[in-house]
């Protein structure tokens, strides 16, 4: 009976809680019309509250990518997707997803094409696409548990690394869910920029373990690794980094079904650990190239319980270590000013189908020293076909 409740996650729980289908372990779907493209359409609105103004949003010690903020006060679309799938022959499977953001912008979140024939569980993917690293970075917006990602995700990785380029995985023939995987990429998101050694300025290596441990018990580790060079990366602020920025992600879900079964009750722990190892020279506005060598890290726990068919709540407490980058980085964004960064959220949610569901949450953040009381209300509504989510 191996495997019987990752599968169980894998294909069919969060058809309770939460918009999905039909998915392989490695994020490829088997859409129920061979060559017809499945088309699906996330629609995701939110009203936010801020006792402090998001404009102005930073995290002390810490250079922000651009659109890493909480988002803007009011009313917004949040993050909606238009999405089509489909196989393209035999060999070939294709994906590509549209974004809106709340600002107006839109980009091209995915657009791969994966081999579904090389054999002794290999799978090739092709294009753009969420990179495989940690739990939470290949997760689309509109599947996480909370409204906003981790903090750690946040300033470590720009909310989520996505880039073009390669990917390789093996899933080992073992009882033991073993899957090993390496990319190699363009290297123009944060923490890379600049598409360094001419278009090949990151590569990624990840391996992701997992097991029953009995009918109602499951649990998945993971170590990765990311490795992304820099020319003349630019933050939300305008400041400017050349150098190496390596990232170490260690992560671990564990989940609970009773019997397998997660209509009524289930419960979902996962935790992630990050940390970032930067060497080059950092440009504040207005300043002049210094060297600039840190290790900062971040850490996140998120509890989420299914009390009843529909019904979830959940926990979360995420905080950053800045690494002090010194006197010579006064006044900049490197500055930590002596504060630890931390954040605790609490969220309640209703599933009205596996299509739509309604959250509230609550966010006391102390990224920045003063403490900004944040209130979030959101819908999530999906039309037409869509991939389930992986375990």
């Known amino acids: 009976m191996k495997h019987i409740v990752l599968a169980t996650w894998i294909t069919g729980a969060l058809l309770t809680t939460g918009l999905s289908t039909n998915v392989n372990a490695a994020g490829a779907g088997q859409p129920s019309n061979a060559f017809n493209p499945e088309i699906s359409l996330i629609l995701n609105g939110t ?17 922000l990518a651009s659109g890493s903020d909480p988002g803007s006060r009011g009313f917004s679309i949040g993050e909606s997707e238009l999405g089509l799938r489909a196989n393209i022959d035999p060999d070939w499977y294709g994906v590509f ?5 709340n600002d107006g912008t839109s ?19 092709l294009g753009r696409f969420f990179s495989g690293i940690g739990y939470l970075n290949e997760q689309h917006s509109h599947t996480w548990d909370f409204v906003d990602t981790a903090l750690a995700y946040r300033a470590l990785l720009g909310t989520q690394y996505r880039d073009d380029g390669v990917q390789v995985r ?21 923490p890379a920029g600049g598409a360094a050694d001419k278009g090949r300025g990151t590569w990624t290596g990840f391996v992701h373990v997992g097991d029953d441990l009995d009918d109602s018990n499951s649990w998945r580790a993971g170590l990765s690794y990311l490795s992304a060079d820099a020319v003349k990366r630019k933050t939300g602020t305008n400041d400017l980094f050349s150098g190496s920025s390596d990232i170490v992600i260690a992560d ?17 722990f996962q935790a992630e650990y990050l940390q970032s190892n930067n060497d080059g020279l950092f440009t504040p506005v207005g300043g002049s190239a210094t060297a600039y060598s840190a290790t900062p890290s971040g850490w996140y726990a998120q509890g989420i319980y299914q009390f009843m068919p ?3 709540v959940g926990l979360r407490h995420d905080q950053l270590n800045p690494d002090n980058a010194g006197a010579a980085y ?17 969220m309640l949610d209703y599933s009205n189908s596996e299509f739509s569901r309604v959250r509230l949450q609550y966010n006391r953040d102390q990224s920045r020293p003063q403490t900004d009381n944040q209130w979030f209300v959101q819908y999530i509504m999906s039309l037409g076909a869509h991939g389930a989510h992986i375990f």
């Open 330 to 346: 006064s006044g900049t964004v490197l500055d930590s000013l002596g504060h630890t960064p931390k954040r605790d959220s609490a």
């Open 97 to 101: 997803t549209f974004s809106m953001a």
């Open 310 to 312: 529909r019904w979830r």
């Open 107 to 125: 980009s091209v979140e995915n657009a791969f094409v994966q081999n579904t024939n090389l054999g002794h569980g290999l799978t090739l993917r």
């Open 47 to 63: 009203y936010a509250q801020f006792s402090r103004d998001p404009a102005n949003y930073s995290i002390a010690g810490f250079p």
């Open 252 to 268: 671990f879900v564990w989940k609970w079904a009773p019997n397998g079964n997660p209509y009524k009750h289930n419960f979902k």
């Open 170 to 190: 093996w899933l080992a023939p073992t009882d033991l869910f073993v899957e090993v995987g390496a990319e190699w990429l363009r290297g123009d998101a944060f």
